[in-house]
């Protein structure tokens, strides 16, 4: 039981932050119709008993599947497995990732199924899966990271130049969406396994980071790739309205529990079904073990359900109302220190980021301390957040004119940057863009979006995940040549770093 307490003690800091402002908003600001409150504060109470429960059951049933298949795959001691199991894997997961989930069905919401959801899941699901099987290649061949994502973020340049506005910021969306709660415990647990075919235990430590960098630039590849084809460059959008006037509180959720849960069955079968087919050829688990793994597969299931629920239900409406509420007003500095706010409340309660800084603390032996990276985070994100709303205040300026030159740093200093440090930065993308960010903030520039004049919500309300997913390379790889520099003037030799 301490291991579920600690686990809702992790999940309430994450989603109470962003329900005491939404209800401060509401007695000043924004107020909010009676019946979307009690939606939104029941959607709340779905988030924190879903993302717990399924954080639990990653813990118990994704994780080790993730481990025993990665020991698996070292034991082949063959390439070509490898790259099979890579591509196998890396689509199933993605499919079963549950922010991604939130992105499409918001992508769809907006497109009014022009860009189905079906068809979003999918298309990334097969980048990530290309990608992830060049990830644990590269680890295999011990081919340099920072040379690796220069040649994915080059062929991702190139691309840009075609892609349409539409699916620019989808693109990158959906990069920090797939680096998601599922998604990164079961990509690392895959990654630790492979490092392990090397020898050389410092290439396996540094090994161990990178490898969701390199898997969550498949989704912006893949979903840039399906635009060029498509020449989808006439789509417009627009929130849909009539369910956030609805004055009934348990329809919504009635509605879209059976399609959800339908969903959800779908996306984990195939991970359930591989697990199974591996336990009588290879992994031949005791009765106990492997009753607490299909255990963890239900409680992930059960997770995923309530959490999606309470997202599409009753939370990302609020997001959206808020968002539209704000932006109305006759001071857009509102809106924007609204952003700043909620950019901060959620990396700094994001628990995945406390792991992080405990990490990055003792990688550097106490140099670089984590209440200072913590803060580093928080402002940047904070900043990404508001730039995001001042981009869509601002005709003039587009999403590429923040993502251009932040990429083109962030690989410039892959160069410089001690290599664990590359690894942790890029990683730490995926870290920072977390439930909150894919599910309210969201929401939030998109209703800003709608209530903009002259703004496009395909084309402004999305890339908010992109920014805050970028943040993190820029702070954390500066953070790595301060430690660099105080390495060299207290006379250590970091070469190997």
């Known amino acids: 039981m301490s291991v579920i307490t600690s686990k809702l003690v992790e999940v309430l ?6 329900t005491a402002i939404v209800m401060l908003l509401n007695f000043t600001l924004t107020p909010i119709d009676t019946p979307l409150l009690i939606r939104f504060l029941l959607g709340a109470i779905l988030i924190v008993i879903g993302l717990t429960v399924f954080l639990f059951g990653v813990d118990i049933g994704i994780t080790p599947i993730g481990n025993m298949m990665g020991t698996a795959i070292v034991k082949s001691n063959k390439v070509w497995i490898v790259i099979v199991a890579g591509l196998f894997l890396g689509f199933f997961i993605s499919i079963a990732e549950p922010d991604l989930h939130i992105l499409a069905g918001q992508v769809d919401a907006v497109t009014s199924g022009l860009i189905s959801k079906g068809i979003l899941v999918v298309v990334v699901s097969i980048g990530i899966a290309v990608l992830f099987a060049v990830g644990l290649t590269r680890i295999v061949y011990n081919f340099p990271l920072y040379k690796t994502l220069t040649v994915l973020y080059g062929i991702i340049l190139v691309l840009a130049l075609f892609t349409s506005p539409e699916f620019m910021a989808i693109s990158f969306d959906a990069s920090g969406a797939t680096t998601g709660a599922l998604t990164v415990p079961f990509v690392l647990a895959l990654a630790w396994g492979v490092s392990q075919l090397k020898m050389d235990s410092k290439s396996s430590e540094e090994d161990s980071f990178g490898l969701v960098a390199i898997v969550s630039t498949g989704a912006i590849i893949s979903v840039m790739i399906m635009s060029i084809l498509a020449k989808t460059d006439t789509i417009t959008g627009m929130l849909p309205t009539a369910q956030a006037m609805s004055t009934s509180i348990m329809a919504p959720f009635l509605q879209k529990l059976p399609l959800i849960a339908g969903e959800i069955v779908l996306a984990l079968a195939p991970i359930l079904i591989t697990f199974m087919v591996f336990q009588k050829i290879a992994f031949k688990l005791s009765k106990t073990a492997l009753r607490r793994v299909l255990f963890g597969m239900l409680f992930t299931f059960v997770g995923l359900v309530l959490l999606l629920l309470g997202v599409n239900a009753g939370f990302m409406e609020v997001g959206s109302i808020v968002g539209f509420k ?76 923040y993502l251009l030159p932040g990429y083109l740093i962030s690989i410039a200093l892959t160069h410089f940057v001690p290599k664990l440090f590359v690894g942790i930065a ?45 943040t993190p390379l820029i702070a954390l790889q500066i953070l790595g040549l301060v430690f660099k520099i105080r390495s060299k003037k207290g006379g250590v030799d970091d070469n190997e770093q």
């Open 426 to 470: 890029f990683d730490s993308g995926g870290v920072a863009s977390g439930p909150m960010t894919a599910t309210f903030i969201l929401a939030f520039t998109q209703g800003v979006a709608e209530a903009v004049e002259g703004a496009n919500v395909l084309i402004d309300g999305f890339g908010v995940i992109a920014m805050v997913a970028m």
């Open 13 to 18: 800091y994450s989603v109470l932050p962003i």
């Open 326 to 401: 704000m932006a109305s007003l006759d001071n857009y500095w509102y809106v924007i220190g609204a952003g700043f706010i909620l950019g901060m409340v959620t990396i700094l309660a994001e628990p995945a980021v406390n792991v992080l800084t405990h990490q990055i603390e003792e990688v550097t032996s106490g140099y670089v301390n984590r209440k200072v990276v913590m803060i580093t985070l928080a402002l940047g994100v904070a900043l990404a957040v508001a730039l995001s709303i001042i981009r869509i205040l601002t005709p003039g300026i587009q999403l590429w004119h």
